[in-house]
């Protein structure tokens, strides 16, 4: 195994738990229960997966799932859940907190980095973890959406390729998630600010949608390309509709049944039955209904490229 390699897994796999850590802290000191540090078993799955990997695949991910990206979101998921539903729950307490973008905070930062050289590094790292616990619930939780996003990008980029994965399949595969994780991060900050105190159960949909959506990072179905799309780039014939195009098929699966679709059914949801109407979410969901239609076009016209194809074969 090359020492790159080797680095590699063991730094992303570093920064995954550090962030779930640091989500299970956050989660305790909301809840103010240690009950919670409980969810840091959640933790030993992907400590199991990485000295599997390191044994068997030298460090290297899998050609067609990612176990570490998928064993992460199980360790963080339950985390943000917990924050969600404790903040739609307490929201009234929000002008009691500091807001990350308040111009206090920096001045409270400021002062505190000018006393730095009259107090120990301990009494510093008290008041500074003080001063960040106190920032508002809303801030922190849009905080660990924004990181996790990231990381998933970056951990990507970081980790071993897998077996049969080229770089620039890995280049496409990234660009993908960068587009996915803004779409993703749009619609649980755009939707659940709609939420009103009102209707809780709507709060259980989005963060449902949101955790089925977020099964899309340790896919690469849509990008890495089978045996049967080498052969036919190689000028094979495919008897199958499937086999031909499966790389297309399986992105159109993704984003008509994980992405784009559920996320139409929800802000119709929204609209219509929660009564919750105003102008950027008429915009997003038209932007998720131009997405699936083209969808469904684009796989109408590879059906039709298919049948001609296998006409003009035959004749």
């Given at each position: 195994?090359?020492?790159?390699?080797?680095?590699?897994?063991?730094?992303?796999?570093?920064?995954?738990?550090?962030?779930?850590?640091?989500?299970?802290?956050?989660?305790?000191?909301?809840?103010?229960?240690?009950?919670?540090?409980?969810?840091?078993?959640?933790f030993l799955p992907l400590a199991?997966?990485?000295?599997?990997?390191?044994?068997?695949?030298?460090?290297?991910?899998?050609?067609?799932?990612?176990?570490?990206?998928?064993?992460?979101?199980?360790?963080?998921?339950?985390?943000?859940?917990?924050?969600?539903?404790?903040?739609?729950?307490?929201?009234?307490?929000?002008?009691?907190?500091?807001?990350?973008?308040?111009?206090?905070v920096f001045h409270k930062l400021i002062a505190l980095n000018e006393t730095s050289g009259n107090i120990t590094?301990?009494?510093?790292?008290?008041?500074?973890?003080?001063?960040v616990s106190n920032f508002c619930p809303n801030n922190w939780i849009l905080a660990l959406h924004q990181i996790l996003l990231i990381l998933l990008i970056i951990g990507k980029w970081i980790l071993p390729l897998g077996g049969g994965v080229t770089r620039d399949q890995l280049s496409q595969?990234?660009?993908?998630?960068?587009?996915?994780?803004?779409?993703?991060?749009?619609?649980?900050?755009?939707?659940?600010?709609?939420?009103?105190?009102?209707?809780?159960?709507?709060?259980?949909?989005?963060?449902?949608?949101?955790?089925?959506?977020?099964m899309q990072f340790p896919c690469h179905l849509c990008v890495v390309r089978s045996m049967n799309d080498e052969a036919a780039d190689e000028g094979i014939q495919e008897d199958s509709f499937w086999s031909k195009h499966s790389t297309d098929l399986w992105s159109i699966v993704e984003t008509l049944f994980i992405q784009d679709g559920p996320f139409l059914v929800v802000r119709l949801t929204v609209m219509t039955y929660f009564g919750i109407f105003h102008q950027m979410i008429v915009f997003f969901a038209f932007k998720n209904f131009l997405v699936v239609i083209l969808n469904v076009y684009?796989?109408?016209?590879?059906?039709?490229?298919?049948?001609?194809s296998g006409h003009s074969s035959a004749d």
């Open positions: 195994m090359g020492l790159f390699s080797f680095l590699s897994a063991i730094i992303t796999r570093a920064l995954f738990i550090l962030v779930s850590l640091v989500a299970v802290w956050r989660v305790t000191k909301v809840k103010e229960d240690p009950y919670y540090w409980l969810l840091t078993f959640l199991v997966e990485m000295i599997i990997t390191l044994k068997k695949q030298k460090g290297h991910e899998y050609k067609w799932f990612s176990p570490t990206i998928f064993l992460f979101l199980i360790s963080i998921i339950p985390s943000i859940w917990i924050l969600e539903l404790h903040h739609q729950q307490n929201k009234a307490q929000d002008d009691k907190c500091n807001r990350l973008d308040s111009k206090d590094a301990y009494e510093y790292l008290k008041r500074f973890g003080h001063m595969l990234l660009l993908i998630f960068v587009g996915t994780a803004a779409d993703i991060l749009e619609f649980t900050s755009e939707t659940l600010d709609d939420v009103k105190d009102t209707s809780p159960q709507l709060v259980y949909i989005i963060l449902a949608v949101w955790s089925w959506s977020m684009r796989l109408f016209v590879l059906y039709l490229d298919f049948k001609s």
